[in-house]
T-cell receptor
């Protein structure tokens, strides 16, 4: 079953603007991860946030996690045309599901030059 | 450094033909290995995962099977392809680290079209 659900499904912005994508999930998690996929390519791991963390930064990326609302957001600041890609959240439920991630359907981000 | 290979990159097969997709990982030992399928414009569906040689867990009933004959080799197979098997197949690995956080590293994918 699909654990993470991203919204919006698609987002189109101008270069230099910030892009915010959201992810909601249903069950408790060990950590939540964000991945990026360029068209026709494999996924690339961007950032991981643990269940006991509330915010994490990596370069132009900022991820927040609200476990009470079972939601996360990914903010990309000062976007560039090269940021155009699909972005997926993935949840790690831990425990007996230690080996599996459950991916959402993704947000397609288009950054217009 | 670790690398993951998948081949072929693209494949066009007739309905009813067999399938064999191969994935290999270099630079790590005893990885967890995964096969995903991604339909057009959709998220990833986990098909199989393996935590060791000969250990395969299937996530969904389907026309496909997986095998792990060697530590760093993962094979996805079918005896007779269906139209619904078309899609983008991704192999991934994750390693057992001190933190044991399940970050996964993906191969470039195989685009399969069944006609």
């Amino acid at each position: 079953s699909q654990q993470g659900e991203e919204d919006p499904q698609a987002l189109s912005i101008q270069e230099g603007e910030n892009a915010t994508m959201n992810c909601s999930y249903k069950t408790s998690i060990n950590n939540l991860q964000w991945y990026r996929q360029n068209s026709g390519r494999g996924l690339v791991h961007l950032i991981l946030i643990r269940s006991n963390e509330r915010e994490k930064h990596s370069g132009r990326l900022r991820v927040t996690l609200d476990t009470s609302k079972k939601s996360s957001s990914l903010l990309i600041t000062a976007s560039r045309a090269a940021d155009t890609a699909s972005y997926f959240c993935a949840t790690d439920a831990g425990g007996g599901s230690n080996y599996k991630l459950t991916f959402g359907k993704g947000t397609l981000l288009t950054v217009n030059p | 450094s670790q690398t993951i290979h998948q081949w072929p990159a693209t494949l066009v097969q007739p309905v009813g033909s067999p399938l064999s997709l191969e994935c290999t990982v270099e630079g790590t030992s005893n990885p967890n290995l995964y096969w995903y399928r991604q339909a057009a414009g959709r998220g990833l569906q986990l098909l199989f995962y393996s935590v060791g040689i000969g250990q395969i867990s299937s996530e969904v009933p389907q026309n496909l099977s997986a095998s792990r004959p060697q530590d760093r080799q993962f094979i996805l197979s079918s005896k007779k392809l269906l139209l619904s098997d078309s899609g983008f197949y991704l192999c991934a690995w994750s390693g057992i680290t001190m933190r044991a956080y399940n970050e996964q590293f993906f191969g470039p994918g195989t685009r399969l079209t069944v006609l």
